[in-house]
């Protein structure tokens, strides 16, 4: 079945500092794919999505590209903030939409003045 | 109000109580989604409605019982929970019939089973 391989947290930088966070999946077809945020005490919110191989999704600084060849999603983002302290999620949903999506355990991020 | 939005944001209830959690989307959204957070647990899906019919029960316990009487409202009905049910409840919302499945979530309620 489909799955969401996310790296572990937490992760821990200092303000200004580049970001990455991992993220493999693995699905048949090509499937649409997600970042969520949660900050501390909310729901998730929907952060970027790509929906197609080579689609580059961005939101708020934040960027990832969907890399078909190696199963990746991976989050990058070049300056963080400390309010970018949050859990973030990767997740797929299957090619055609359907009512499954299929979430990463989330990689908590802190960021530090 | 706007998006998706979920009542009561906390409750804490004895294992013999009855409640139930609400859950309200501003969309204009035809599916909707129980999910249950747990510490250092991936994010579990509990129940699917699309077109106000259950289409997904993952294999949960009968003490939670869900109702969707409409597509803009959904309810998770709790009675004689356990401690090991104590989690953030999150409900969401799509768009069925879409090529993606995105779904928008609400801020969750928190519940404690004592």
């Known amino acids: 079945g489909d799955s969401v391989t996310q790296m572990e947290g937490p992760v821990t930088l200092s303000e200004e500092a580049f970001l990455t966070i991992n993220c493999t999946y693995t699905?048949?077809?090509?499937?649409?794919l997600f970042w969520y945020v949660q900050y501390p005490g909310e729901g998730l919110q929907l952060l970027l999505k790509?929906?197609?191989?080579?689609d580059k999704g961005s939101n708020k600084g934040f960027e990832a590209t969907y890399r078909k060849e190696t199963t990746s999603f991976h989050l990058e983002k070049g300056s963080v903030q400390v309010s970018d302290s949050a859990v973030y999620f990767c997740?797929?949903?299957?090619?055609?939409?359907?009512?499954?999506?299929?979430f990463g355990t989330g990689t908590q991020l802190k960021v530090e003045l | 109000e706007t998006g998706v939005t979920q009542t009561p944001r906390h409750l804490v209830m004895g294992m013999t109580n009855k409640k139930s959690l609400k859950c309200e989307q501003h969309?204009?959204?035809?599916?909707m989604y129980w999910y249950k957070q747990s510490a250092k647990k991936p994010l579990e899906l509990m129940f699917v409605?699309?077109?106000?019919?259950?289409?997904e029960n993952n294999s949960v316990p009968s003490r939670f019982s869900p109702e969707c009487p409409n597509s803009s409202h959904l309810f998770l009905h709790l009675h004689t929970l356990q401690p090991e049910d104590s989690a953030l409840y999150l409900c969401?919302?799509?768009?069925?019939?879409?090529?993606?499945?995105?779904?928008?979530f609400g801020p969750g309620t928190r519940l404690t089973v004592l």
């Open positions: 969401a919302s799509s768009l069925a019939g879409t090529a993606y499945n995105e779904q928008f």
């Open positions: 699905a048949t077809g090509y499937p649409s």
């Open positions: 790509a929906t197609k191989a080579d």
């Open positions: 997740a797929l949903s299957p090619p055609g939409g359907g009512n499954k999506l299929t």
């Open positions: 969309l204009g959204h035809n599916a």
């Open positions: 409605y699309s077109l106000e019919e259950r289409v």
